[in-house]
């Protein structure tokens, strides 16, 4: 998709057709019609991708820890991020922590998104590896491709919650029960979930610099890959 310009005519169409998402109570022709138009409301894949630097930035972290856990350890690398002091602590206290040094503050709107993102895969990572009973160096065993799914995850939750935390309003202004705007909220991040899968076989990231250039090009890349599937141009 070609970047262009936010205007506030893309907004406002952007807003429309999330509203016709609500009219609809959730079709997948009405959510593909509104990811369409947020794409290019946010200036294309490409602008969108470039704009999303909280998100990249998180997402760059994550890669960096669970490449880090898996290659060297989990204590070596909570040294690394400076959480050494949370060695021994509760599983779901060092998890904070960690998510504490992946997220940014959220001080701004677009970096609570990102934090947002974060917790979310975290806890699915929490779930998945029984990190409660089994602890954290559970995570030492975790494979590539389950560090690439969590990477994806990172990317698709980030782009969720932004489109929501944007324009979901649009479902909040209409005459609906808490629990159908939260039924609605659910399916839209399923859908988002479902349709932005990444090509990520050819990412070794166990040796990617995450926190250089070249992880900083191929997260940029992934954003502007997912955005332009959203998108519905490939």
């Not at 998709?1 to 807003?15: E, F, G, L």
């Not at 490409?46 to 630097?53: H, I, L, N």
């Not at 994550?62 to 690398?77: E, N, R, S, Y």
Request: hydrophobic share 45%.
């Amino acid at each position: 998709m070609a970047a262009a310009p936010s205007t506030a005519r893309s907004w406002a169409s952007a807003k429309a057709q999330l509203g016709k998402v609500v009219a609809s109570g959730g079709t997948p022709m009405s959510f593909r019609s509104a990811a369409r138009a947020y794409v290019r409301a946010r200036g294309g894949s490409s602008g969108a991708a470039k704009t999303s630097r909280a998100g990249r930035a998180a997402t760059a972290r994550l890669g960096g820890f669970l490449a880090g856990v898996a290659a060297d350890g989990i204590k070596p690398t909570l040294e690394r991020f400076g959480l050494v002091a949370t060695v021994g602590n509760d599983a779901q206290q060092v998890l904070a922590a960690i998510s504490n040094a992946i997220a940014p503050t959220g001080a701004s709107r677009e970096e609570a998104v990102a934090r947002r993102a974060t917790n979310d895969v975290l806890k699915e990572l929490y779930d998945k590896y029984a990190i409660a009973s089994e602890g954290l160096a559970r995570l030492e065993a975790m494979p590539a491709d389950d560090i690439r799914k969590a990477v994806e995850a990172s990317i698709s939750t980030y782009i969720y919650y932004c489109w929501l935390e944007e324009l979901g309003s649009r479902i909040e202004d209409k005459s609906m029960s808490g629990a159908e705007a939260e039924r609605l909220e659910r399916d839209m991040k399923v859908y988002v979930r479902d349709v932005v899968h990444l090509d990520l076989k050819d990412v070794d990231v166990l040796t990617l610099d995450w926190a250089g250039d070249a992880g900083g090009k191929v997260i940029e890349k992934l954003y502007a890959e997912a955005y332009q599937v959203l998108g519905g141009s490939v």
